[in-house]
């Protein structure tokens, strides 16, 4: 097992900075496309009020996790996650996907540098 | 062949195909590579159907379950480290599928995650206690069947289906970058052990021999496998490409399993949603079911103890002591608060680990002609049988480095 954990070390180990944070960013913005979408729904009538409360909280839980795990917080796009974060839950989804279409351009970025 | 019997075995196998692993990467597979990953599904489904069939027969003719030959193939030594492995990997996943259970009841009660996690181990361990095996299979594979409803919102919702039917090809897609590329090669791995989890195979056997069949039930076990688990995939492949068509578009990679949902609520409305996310549950609770008890199967199997549902608890002590201890330690660790996402990516990988040991018995005694006589594997089944092994084998070398590469994934 050791050497196994020895090969594996330095793959594990080849990023660092704004690219180890990529993972968070990436996993904010499906955070905020799917609270788009629930609230698109939501706003058609065609969600229960339950299944709507319950997901807010759980993809404010998440956006909180990726927001706390990033290694440079006080950048762009953890500016961008976190005002994301402070939305209202009942937020119009077109606000909310501009925040995504933000942080799709920063992944997109950080990922062709 | 009683035909009422076949058809609900049939029903049975299509509505517990699917459990929160395959939810997940489905949903995540159409969303990141369109439909180009339906192929590995079906690909994977065939290794599934011929290793159930084959521990069907193995359970039939010469009533033998998957770690009796595990101990007798493997000697002590690797025979005691694919236990252990087994276990972990069983007990991971059967923690996310409790993790998944108390989500889903959270999306449609509003109840509080950490009550809802006790609750529905508590009703698992009692439908397990007071209903005979048959029907602990049965109804939570027939109440599974609630999953139909993605099936129904993929038609609703008119895919273009010659794309559809072009991701059945195998392929890569074009233009990928090597980021990509490993993440597709991740996905690939994800998919095979989402789909060929070694429990359904321990459970499947078990189950066989819980049955007492003998060769008289050799044509109902291959045809259950065969159809029931390709029709079973077939729900597996509607979440993908429902969420090839709602999901990728609109930038998201299902965080959530319940956003999964969704793709029934988009066509079909309140009705739509309150349907999936029944089918979701019945789905994940049997796999809930299945993995602990294969779990406990698997370890009674290796001791020698007395096992099985169609004895009185008190007759099979351990085995009984063995099923509810392992619920307890899955839900303890839901109730740490690991995130149910992370639970489901490690019971993959370690899934993965363990199907070669664990099917690698299992393909030697299908073809051992002293043991299985006339109904030993076939040329078919011998082919099919290492081939696949071939593929689980270089998916179990392949999986950690890719899972490091491309961060479970999300690349």
Redesign the interface.
């Known amino acids: 097992m050791w050497r196994v954990t020895l090969v594996l070390a330095p793959l594990a180990a080849c990023s660092s900075g704004p690219y180890d944070d990529v993972q968070y960013i990436k996993q904010a913005r499906s955070l905020g496309a799917e609270w788009a979408l629930v609230n698109e729904q939501a706003s058609q009538n065609k969600l229960t009020s339950t299944y709507v409360d319950s997901m807010h909280k759980w993809i404010r839980q998440q956006l909180g996790g990726s927001s706390t795990s990033l290694t440079q917080p006080s950048s762009r796009y953890g500016e961008e996650i976190q005002a994301l974060f402070h939305e209202s839950d009942n937020a119009p989804p077109e606000r909310l996907r501009a925040h995504v279409k933000k942080l799709k351009e920063i992944e997109d970025q950080l990922e062709s540098a | 062949m009683n035909p009422l019997e076949l058809t609900l075995g049939i029903m049975t196998a299509v509505g517990g195909f699917v459990d929160i692993s395959e939810l997940v990467f489905a949903a995540k597979a159409g969303s990141t590579f369109g439909y180009a990953l339906i192929w590995v599904f079906a690909f994977s489904t065939v290794g599934i159907i011929v290793f159930s069939e084959m521990s069907g027969r193995v359970a039939a003719v010469a009533k033998q379950p998957v770690f009796n030959l595990v101990r007798h193939r493997l000697g002590l030594q690797l025979g005691l480290l694919t236990l252990v492995a087994s276990i972990i990997s069983n007990l991971i996943t059967c923690a996310a599928e409790i993790g998944g259970l108390s989500?889903i009841l959270?999306?449609?009660?509003?109840a509080p995650y950490f009550l809802m996690a006790p609750v529905a181990t508590l009703v698992i361990v009692i439908s397990i206690w007071i209903l005979p095996f048959k029907w602990i299979e049965r109804v939570y594979g027939l109440l599974g069947l609630f999953m139909i409803t993605f099936a129904v919102a993929l038609i609703a919702i008119h895919p273009p289906w010659s794309e559809v039917a072009g991701g059945f090809v195998p392929h890569i897609p074009h233009g990928l970058n090597t980021?990509e590329l490993l993440t597709f090669g991740y996905f690939c791995v994800a998919i095979v052990s989402a789909v060929m989890f070694p429990y359904e195979v321990y459970f499947y056997s078990s189950g066989g021999i819980e049955e007492e069949w003998g060769p008289k039930d050799l044509l109902t076990n291959r045809i259950t496998s065969i159809v029931g688990m390709g029709l079973g995939s077939l729900l597996a492949i509607s979440i993908l490409a429902s969420s090839a068509q709602?999901?990728g578009p609109?930038?998201?990679?299902?965080?959530?399993p319940?956003?999964t949902?969704?793709q029934a609520?988009?066509p079909f409305?309140?009705w739509?949603?309150?349907l999936a996310?029944l089918g979701m549950f019945f789905a994940v609770a049997g796999a809930a079911v299945e993995t602990c008890m294969a779990n406990a199967y698997s370890i009674a199997q290796f001791f020698g103890w007395r096992w099985g549902r169609h004895k009185k608890p008190w007759e099979a002590p351990r085995f009984t002591i063995a099923w509810i201890a392992l619920f307890v330690v899955a839900l303890s660790i839901v109730l740490t608060g690991v995130?149910v996402m992370i639970l489901v990516e490690l019971a993959i990988l370690f899934s993965i680990l363990v199907l070669p040991l664990s099917y690698l018995p299992l393909l030697l005694l299908a073809g051992d002609r002293q043991y299985m006589r006339e109904h030993a594997n076939g040329s078919i089944a011998k082919g099919l049988g290492w081939f696949y092994f071939g593929v689980i084998t270089a998916a179990a070398l392949a999986a950690?480095?890719l899972y490091?590469?491309t961060?479970g994934g999300?690349?």
Do not use: C, M, Q, R
């Open positions: 989500l959270n999306y449609l009660t509003g980021k709602f999901f609109a930038y998201v990679d299902p965080e959530i319940g956003s949902a969704l609520a988009i409305g309140k739509g949603l309150i996310l995130d950690i480095p490091l590469l961060a999300s690349g």
